[in-house]
Every structure is written in C-alpha cells, then in structure tokens.
C-alpha cells in the first residue's frame, strides 16, 4: 500500500513539471498569457516554434514514461502502474507548480499508454500525427486517437487496469478539447502551417 501511494505520488509530481511553461519563460513568454493559454506542448509548438516545441512534446511523452517505470520498480500490483500513469496525466493537466492549470493531456497519456502497451501507444501516437497533419488541425488528432487508444485497448483484450485508464483519459482527453470542438464547428479553430511544421518553425 506504501509504495503503490509513493508511485501515485510520483506519477503526479512528474506530470506536474511544466516543461512547456518553463520553456517560454526561457524566451520571456508565459505561455499561460499566449495562444490558447494552455502550458502543453501544443500550444509551445504555436507560440515558441517547433524547435522549442517538439523537445517539450518529447519531455511531456516522457513524464507518462517515467511514471509507469518507476511504479513497476516500486510495487508488482498491475494496477499501480496505471494509477501512477493516470496521476502524471492529472498533474500534467492540473500541476501543483502552477496553480493547476496546465495542458490537455494528450502527450502525456501517451507516454503513458507507451510504457503500458507500447504498440497501442506507438499506434495512437501515429495516428494523432498522421490526422493532424491531414487535417491541419491538431486538435482533431488529439480526438481521433482520443477515441482510437481505448477502442484499441478493448477490442486487443488488455487488462482491466488498461482499459479502465485508456477510456477514462480518452473521455476526459475529448472534454477538455470541447473549446477546441467548439470552434471547429465555428470554423475559427487554429490550423498547422504545414510550410513552418517542415522549416522547423511556426
């Protein structure tokens, strides 16, 4: 019981490191005040550039990571893994450091579902990749693979621990986007720029 709480408390105190905030800070911006006001990855990608941003999406990937590794090495219950993977999702969203507000949470459940069952995680990862730049906009590859990972989780037959965390961080994923649902049907969400995602830049 000790070391399953030690891990949840791990798991949250990882996902509440606000690598994109930090990083605008680096360059003078809080990313709190700019573009969609959220510290996650996307939004350090739109406002400080991708070269900024993409190494945030790998540190936020990497917090879901770290959280279900380190709750392995402390406990052999199967389920204190997925909690502590669900507590760095909650401190990325709601992180102590900040006041909790944070990002959506989307970077950090995958690494999350990576470290669980790596290939439903590289698939939802690729998935979210391939629809956003389709589409242009990342928010609808953040729903889609919302949506994707859980189903993936059920019909593969995973253990209940997955499948119970796959479909609560998809639902709470697809709420925490319905701004974004809101003004794709407004038709005034932000697009990729496809020609400054390849120059490296925004």
């Known amino acids: 019981m000790t070391d399953g709480i030690i891990a949840v408390a791990a798991g949250y105190l990882l996902g509440s490191l606000p690598f994109g905030y930090w990083a605008g ?18 939004n350090a990608m739109r406002v400080l ?23 392995r090495g402390l406990s052999e219950n ?9 507590a760095a999702v909650v401190g990325h969203m709601y992180p102590l450091f900040l006041g909790f507000k944070g990002g959506k949470g989307v970077a950090t459940g995958a690494g999350t579902m990576f470290a669980l069952v ?3 995680g590289l ?7 391939g629809v956003s730049l389709a589409t242009r906009y990342v928010s609808v590859g953040s729903v889609v693979a919302a949506v994707a990972y859980p189903a993936a989780a059920f019909v593969t ?19 925490r986007h319905r701004a974004n649902i809101a003004r794709l049907r407004a038709g005034t969400e932000h697009r990729i720029n496809l020609r400054a995602v390849f120059a490296g830049r925004t």
């Open 25 to 42: 800070r680096l360059r003078g911006i809080d990313l709190r005040l700019a573009g969609s006001g959220n510290t996650g990855a996307t």
């Open 49 to 71: 550039g991708m070269k900024i941003g993409l190494p945030v999406m790998g540190l936020d990937i990497g917090k879901g990571v770290a959280a279900v590794v380190i709750a």
């Open 78 to 86: 199967n389920l204190v893994p997925v909690l502590a993977g669900a």
């Open 118 to 120: 790596p290939w439903i």
């Open 123 to 129: 698939a939802a990862f690729a998935l979210w990749l």
């Open 157 to 175: 037959g995973q253990p209940w621990p997955v499948r119970l965390f796959a479909l609560g961080s998809g639902i709470w994923v697809v709420w």
